[in-house]
C-alpha cells in the first residue's frame, strides 16, 4: 500500500499538487497599540491569524492575491510560522500555539500538544456547528476519525475533536489517478494491425512482435520490450510485484500481495501465487532476447534514457512509458506510447481516504480568535473556497459553465502556463506572488459536489480537453474511443483500492533482522531467476530460493504479513457499512 515505491513514483512524476502547505501557526493578535477605540473601530481593524506548520518552510506573512482575498472576505491576515526548534518549545511553555494549527499526521507532536489541553475543542460552546456548517455537513468520516484519535491519544478517557486531516476524498469511490497504464509504442501496434490482446501471453507476443518491426532505437542500438531498473527493490524485484498490482490489481503488504476484495495475502514464495508468475514472464522475455541484459545493474536515470531514445517497447507506467517517451520530436514524426492494456488486466488504482490523512488541521485553545479561525477555515472548506486558494480568484482564474462544469478563463490558462502571469489591478502581484501557503484541504482528485461529475483536478476537466495536436493522438482516440487515458483506464477493468487509516505495524527487532535476510535473498535470487539460460535453470533457482528463504526465517516474516493483512481488511469492511 503506502510504499517507498509510491513515494519515489510520487516524486518522479512531481505529482505534488502545489508547492503549498496548510500553514498553520503560532499565537497572535493585532494589538491596538494602546489606544482607546470604539466597538465599530475595533471591529474594522485587521485581524492576525498566527498560523504554525509543522512541516512547513515558509515564514512570514500572506502576500499576494490570496491575501486580498482574505482580507476582504473576512479581514484577516496571516502570520505562518514554520518549526523553529526553541520557539516552538517556548510557545508549548507559554501555553500559546497560535490560532491555526496545522500538525504531521504521523509525528509525535500532535499528540504531545493534545495531551497538555493546547488545542481548542471544536464542539466548545458550538464551536463547529455556528462558524463550521460546511465542515459538519460534509466532513463526517473526517471529524470521527480525528475524535477516534482523541480517545487513542487519551487511552479512552475523550473522544473530543480538535480538526481534521486534511487531503480529505468527497467518498470512498474517489480515486488517485492512474499510472499503472500498461504504455505500448502504439504507432507500432497500429502497424502491426491492432492485434486483440487478452492476457500476459498474447502480450509477450505483441511484445515479440514489436521489436521486429522496430529492432533499433534511435540511436541505432539493440531495441528491447523492456528496460528495468533495480535500485527502488526493497524485499521484492519492484517490477515484479508492480507488474501483479498491474494485472491482479493487488498491492504489495509485507512480503507479499494483498487482494482487497478477498482480503486474502499472496506470500511472495506461494507456487501459484502472483509474485511467481509475474516472475516467470520476466524470465520468457529475456529468454527470448526482449529484456535489457543490463536491467539489474542499471538505475532509475540510466533506463528513462534508454526509454526516452525508442529502446523500448512498453511500461506498466506511464512515467516509464508516455510520459518519458512522447516528446515532440517523436509524436511528430508519428510516433507515440500510449495506454493499451491486457483484456484481462485489473490494474490498482489508489482510492482516497474520506476521512484525510496527511496533516491535522486544529485551533489553538489560547486563540483570541477562533470563531474567525472556524469561519476562515470553513470557507477554504467550500468548493468555491477550494478551488479559489487552488486556481485564482473565481471569475477572474476559474468559474463554472452552464453544463455544470468547471472551466480556466484565459487568465487561469495563462497562470498555469506562467505563474509569473500578473493577475491585474484588483489583485496584488503575480499568480505566483499569491500562491498560498495554506495547505488544500480537499484532495485535488476528489469530487467537487458542485459539479456535474467532476474532481478538483483541472488536468481531468472536460473543459481542458483539446483536440489532438497530432494524426498517431488522433488515432490513439478514434481506435480507443476514448479522449483521455484517465477515461480509458476507467472505463475498462480496474480495482480501486480502498483509501483507510491502515498503518504498517511496528516490526521487532529480531524480525527486522529476519525480513533484512530473507528480502536479500528473494532480491537476489529473483534477479538471478529473470537471467536463468533455460527453463531447467530457473526452476532449480526458484526451488533453491523457497528453500533458503524457510530456512531463514520466512515464515516469521508471512505470519507477520498475514497479520496486517487482516487489520487491513476490518478497515476496509468498515468503510462499506
Aim: charged letters at 30%; glycine letters at 8%.
Amino acid at each position: 500500500m503506502v510504499k517507498k515505491f509510491v513515494d519515489k513514483l510520487t516524486s518522479v512524476l512531481l505529482v505534488s499538487s502545489m508547492a503549498l502547505g496548510l500553514t498553520a501557526s503560532l499565537s497572535g493578535c493585532e494589538k491596538s497599540n494602546g489606544r482607546s477605540s470604539s466597538k465599530k473601530e475595533k471591529e474594522k481593524e485587521t485581524i492576525t491569524l498566527d498560523v504554525f506548520n509543522e512541516y512547513g518552510s515558509f515564514n512570514g506573512i500572506q502576500e499576494g492575491w490570496v491575501a486580498d482575498i482574505l482580507k476582504e472576505k473576512f479581514n484577516v491576515k496571516l502570520n505562518i510560522t514554520p518549526y523553529i526548534y526553541g520557539e516552538f518549545e517556548e510557545r508549548i511553555n507559554k501555553k500559546d500555539l497560535g490560532d491555526i494549527l496545522l500538525f504531521w499526521e504521523s509525528g509525535s507532536t500532535y499528540s504531545d500538544v493534545l495531551k497538555k489541553d493546547l488545542l481548542y475543542d471544536w464542539n466548545r460552546d458550538d464551536l463547529l456547528a455556528k462558524h463550521g456548517p460546511y465542515i459538519k455537513d460534509h466532513m463526517g468520516d473526517a471529524l470521527r476519525k480525528n475524535q477516534r484519535m482523541t480517545a487513542s491519544i487519551t487511552d479512552g478517557s475523550s473522544d473530543k475533536l480538535y480538526g481534521f486531516s486534511c487531503n480529505i476524498g468527497t467518498s470512498s469511490e474517489d480515486h488517485q489517478p492512474f499510472f499503472y497504464t500498461w504504455d505500448v509504442r502504439w504507432d507500432l501496434y497500429r502497424q502491426l494491425g491492432y492485434p486483440k490482446v487478452n492476457d500476459l501471453e498474447d502480450y509477450e507476443k505483441l511484445l515479440k512482435d514489436m521489436v521486429k518491426a522496430c529492432p533499433k532505437d534511435d540511436s541505432g542500438n539493440k531495441a528491447y520490450a523492456a528496460s528495468l531498473w533495480s535500485d527502488w527493490d526493497e524485499s521484492m524485484v519492484m517490477h515484479v510485484k508492480s507488474l501483479a498490482s498491474a494485472y491482479y490489481g493487488y498491492d504489495e503488504l509485507g512480503m507479499g500481495l494483498y487482494d482487497s476484495e478477498t482480503g486474502k495475502w499472496h506470500g511472495v514464495l506461494d507456487q501459484d501465487g502472483p509474485y511467481l508468475e509475474m516472475l516467470k514472464f520476466y524470465h520468457k522475455l529475456y529468454q527470448d532476447g526482449l529484456l535489457d541484459p543490463d536491467s539489474r545493474k542499471q538505475g532509475y536515470e540510466e533506463a528513462i534514457k534508454k526509454i526516452k531514445n525508442g529502446g523500448t517497447m512498453f511500461s506498466i507506467f506511464n512515467h516509464a512509458g508516455s510520459l518519458a517517451y512522447n516528446e515532440s520530436m517523436h509524436t511528430k514524426a508519428g510516433k507515440m506510447m500510449q495506454a493499451m492494456k491486457p483484456l484481462q488486466a485489473c490494474p490498482i488504482v489508489y482510492g482516497l481516504n474520506t476521512g484525510g490523512n496527511g496533516s491535522i488541521l486544529c485551533i489553538g485553545a489560547a486563540s483570541k480568535y477562533p470563531e474567525k479561525c472556524m469561519e476562515v477555515v470553513n470557507w477554504m472548506s467550500t468548493p468555491e473556497g477550494y478551488l479559489t486558494m487552488r486556481y485564482g480568484p473565481k471569475g477572474v482564474c476559474w468559474k463554472y459553465n452552464d453544463q455544470r462544469k468547471t472551466e480556466l478563463t484565459e487568465l487561469g490558462k495563462k497562470c498555469k502556463e506562467n505563474p509569473r502571469t500578473k493577475l491585474g489591478k484588483e489583485y496584488q502581484g503575480s499568480f505566483m506572488d499569491g500562491a498560498s501557503q495554506v495547505s488544500l484541504i480537499w484532495h485535488d482528485d476528489a469530487s467537487n459536489p458542485e459539479t456535474d461529475g467532476e474532481t478538483y483536478n483541472y488536468e481531468r476537466w472536460e473543459s481542458g480537453f483539446s483536440e489532438p495536436e497530432t494524426e498517431i493522438e488522433k488515432d490513439w482516440q478514434e481506435k480507443t474511443g476514448f479522449r483521455s487515458v484517465e477515461d480509458y483506464m476507467e472505463k475498462g477493468k480496474h480495482t480501486v483500492f480502498p483509501g483507510t487509516d491502515y498503518k504498517m505495524g511496528v516490526k521487532s527487532r529480531k524480525l527486522k533482522k529476519l525480513w533484512k535476510r530473507v528480502g536479500k535473498v528473494l532480491v537476489e535470487q529473483s534477479w538471478d531467476a529473470i537471467y536463468a539460460k533455460s527453463d531447467a535453470q530457473y526452476d532449480q533457482i526458484v526451488s533453491e530460493m523457497v528453500t533458503k528463504c524457510m530456512k531463514i526465517g520466512y515464515k516469521d516474516c508471512a505470519k507477520w504479513s498475514k497479520k496486517e493483512a487482516a487489520k487491513r481488511k476490518v478497515l476496509e469492511d468498515a468503510l462499506a457499512k
